[in-house]
């Protein structure tokens, strides 16, 4: 397998820099994860400079580790000599020696057993099991709990059952100066629910969670940021449909504005959860929720042009990819806003808001400029409470013309 990137003679030396590297191995792991052959060539060219680094530092492949690869890239940096992607190459060799068997696995560090710690992961596991909260919001809540218990509890050395009211108010009081109006609500939510976990672990006598005050916040003082029919359908005619990129951008981008889904539903979606027969498709939706949805005809046929022609092949499940090897499922919900953002710029346009967010409003804008109710909105956007959905109440202005006022003037006067 090596052959098929160097030369025969190469090939040779890389094997007697040392015979138990498993370099053809290592090909078959790079052919796998879908990098070209312009790029594997490169990568063992790295390989081989750092085979014999470590000739030179007379060290057996068994005696590899992270200090050693660490040791190479800081020796060839203070040389001057810099190489893309050097790091990440010789961390992907260690990983492959390791599941080859010819590198030991080091022993697993030990976990933290600090009181804020293990307070921490207990409070984590709640919130997955029991409220089936996403991983991103059990890190974001870690951070305000950890600070109230460091604050408070001395880290945790000190009992929960020591714990008022007033620690609660006072914590939130005192922070929310330096946060804005919707931050400070994401903290108060996060010191809720820690406080609420404690009552029902029987390590506070009273419920304090109904002592953290409630942030004010005007949820329907401005309208939902959306973009006019005109501009969504510009947004997606702005996709290039000769490229694999352009392929998958455009199948997200309809999704995300024909079915209303968030940013995170997209990077869960699988092959299985696309029934094409049905013509349905299996959404992962908040609290690990399973909903249904029609497959409109525009959006089944960008999503098989995609799987056809532009998905990477891959042992991955996930329908969207990287374009770009590793061929994994898209990382982050984040990287959807990207997409979105760059979309955006691609068409010229510049809403006040630029995530993924936006096409979910436009949506609903939409149904309900056509006539669509809010119940009916609701049930497509996958509301859990009538109330979310009223945001959108604002938008129909020929309604609101009805039930408006007159405005008061003096003498009863129109």
């Not at 059990?138 to 620690?167: I, M, N, P």
């Not at 690990?288 to 005809?297: I, Q, V």
């Not at 995609?306 to 374009?323: C, I």
């Not at 859990?384 to 309604?399: C, G, H, M, Q, V």
């Amino acid at each position: 397998m090596l052959e098929d990137f160097v030369s025969t003679l190469m090939a040779e030396r890389r094997r007697s820099l040392c015979p138990n590297a498993d370099l053809d191995g290592y090909c078959d792991r790079l052919v796998e994860l879908g990098y070209s052959q312009a790029t594997i060539r490169h990568k063992l060219w790295i390989v081989g400079t750092f085979l014999a680094w470590m000739a030179g530092q007379q060290l057996s492949i068994e005696d590899l580790d992270d200090r050693h690869v660490g040791a190479c890239i800081s020796s060839r940096s203070k040389l001057g000599s810099t190489c893309h992607d050097f790091r990440l190459t010789l961390f992907q060799l260690l990983e492959h020696l390791r599941e080859s068997g010819v590198v030991p696995v080091p022993e697993a560090i030990p976990a933290d057993d600090s009181p804020l710690s293990v307070l921490l992961r207990r409070h984590g596991e709640y919130l997955r099991r029991e409220r089936a909260v996403a991983e991103c919001t059990v890190t974001g809540y870690s951070v305000y709990v950890g600070a109230f218990v460091t604050e408070h509890l001395d880290g945790g050395a000190k009992s929960t059952a020591l714990l008022t009211a007033e620690d609660a108010r006072e914590f939130l009081l005192r922070h929310v100066r330096r946060l804005s109006p919707k931050r400070s609500q994401y903290m108060a939510t996060a010191l809720r629910s820690f406080l609420r976990f404690l009552f029902l672990r029987g390590e506070t006598e009273t419920d304090l969670s109904l002592a953290v005050p409630t942030v004010r916040r005007w949820r329907l003082a401005t309208l939902p940021r959306s973009l006019p029919e005109q501009d969504v359908e510009r947004l997606l005619t702005a996709c290039d449909r000769s490229s694999p990129a352009g392929l998958r951008n455009r199948a997200i981008l309809l999704m995300l504005a024909r079915l209303g889904l968030r940013a995170g539903e997209i990077v869960g979606l699988e092959l299985g959860d696309v029934h094409w027969r049905q013509g349905e498709i299996v959404v992962r939706g908040k609290g690990s929720s399973l909903d249904r949805l029609p497959l409109p005809e525009d959006v089944g046929e960008a999503l098989a042009a995609y799987l056809r022609k532009g998905r990477p092949r891959s042992s991955s499940r996930h329908v969207f990819l990287r374009t770009r090897a590793p061929h994994r499922g898209l990382g982050h919900p984040s990287s959807v806003t990207t997409i979105v953002r760059r979309a955006l710029a691609r068409a010229g346009l510049s809403p006040p808001t630029r995530g993924a967010h936006v096409l979910r409003h436009s949506l609903a804008s939409s149904l309900l400029r056509r006539g669509a109710s809010l119940g009916e909105i609701g049930q497509l956007l996958r509301h859990r409470s009538p109330n979310t959905t009223e945001i959108y109440a604002k938008l129909d202005f020929d309604a609101l013309r009805d039930v408006a006022l007159p405005w008061p003037t003096s003498g009863g006067a129109r």
